[in-house]
């Protein structure tokens, strides 16, 4: 009887020594999936923040790009602008006759019309073709971060947790029966 009580206690203590062991390995192990999950969301950022920066690369283009257009075209108006006053002031020069001076102001209005809503016909396609490359680059940007952030979202963060949870009370719950 004395050994049958002996083996109990011996059974009984190794079976409390290791409900101790998992309930102090428990939370180093749900602390150690933390810090893996924690790093997985570290290293899934990598690709948004590329894509972030790679817009913001292909951005800074196209505002250059639109930049030097426009310098461009007002460079085109300013020239043609002083060109067209200084034959203004030849032919004023040469005429003879109001009326022919009036006829030729006449032609140089239309004729500024004209260069005015070409030039603003321009400056329209210019910034066109600049929103539309905004709009292609923030499509892509978007694109790619939604599709990383699909690939490394985890499936049931919230369950797996409380599963983690769980484990941990029922393990408390086993040593406080044992223990009693």
Same mark, same amino acid.
Request: glycine share 4%; charged share 30%.
């Given at each position: @009887?004395?050994?049958?009580?002996? $083996?109990?206690?011996?059974?009984?203590?190794?079976?409390?020594?290791?409900?101790?062991?998992? #309930?102090?390995?428990?939370?180093?192990? %749900? /602390?150690?999936?933390? !810090?893996?999950?924690?790093?997985?969301?570290?290293?899934?950022?990598?690709?948004? %923040?590329?894509?972030?920066?790679?817009?913001?690369?292909? &951005?800074?283009?196209?505002?250059?790009?639109?930049?030097?257009? &426009?310098?461009?075209?007002?460079?085109?108006?300013?020239?043609?602008?002083?060109?067209? !006053?200084?034959?203004? #002031? $030849?032919? !004023?020069?040469?005429? $003879?006759?109001? @009326?022919? #001076?009036?006829?030729?102001? /006449?032609?140089?209005?239309?004729?500024?019309?004209?260069?005015? &809503?070409?030039? @603003?016909?321009? +400056?329209?396609?210019?910034?066109?073709? +600049?929103?539309?490359?905004?709009?292609?680059?923030?499509? $892509?940007?978007?694109?790619?971060?939604?599709?990383? !952030?699909?690939?490394?979202?985890?499936?049931?963060?919230?369950?797996?947790?409380?599963?983690?949870?769980?484990? %941990?009370?029922?393990?408390?719950?086993?040593?406080?029966?044992?223990?009693?």
């Amino acid at each position: @009887m004395a050994r049958r009580v002996k $083996e109990f206690v011996s059974k009984t203590t190794q079976g409390i020594a290791e409900q101790a062991q998992k #309930l102090r390995k428990a939370p180093v192990d %749900v /602390a150690r999936a933390a !810090a893996i999950k924690s790093a997985g969301r570290i290293k899934s950022l990598k690709d948004p %923040v590329r894509a972030f920066a790679r817009s913001g690369v292909k &951005l800074t283009a196209i505002s250059q790009g639109t930049a030097q257009s &426009l310098i461009e075209l007002q460079e085109q108006i300013v020239t043609s602008a002083l060109s067209n !006053a200084a034959t203004q #002031l $030849e032919r !004023a020069a040469h005429t $003879e006759d109001v @009326m022919a #001076l009036m006829r030729d102001q /006449a032609e140089v209005l239309r004729t500024t019309r004209d260069r005015i &809503l070409d030039d @603003m016909t321009q +400056a329209v396609a210019i910034f066109k073709d +600049a929103g539309g490359g905004v709009r292609k680059v923030a499509t $892509e940007t978007y694109t790619t971060v939604t599709k990383s !952030a699909e690939r490394t979202r985890p499936a049931a963060t919230a369950t797996r947790a409380r599963k983690a949870k769980r484990a %941990v009370r029922k393990t408390k719950a086993r040593g406080r029966r044992a223990n009693a």
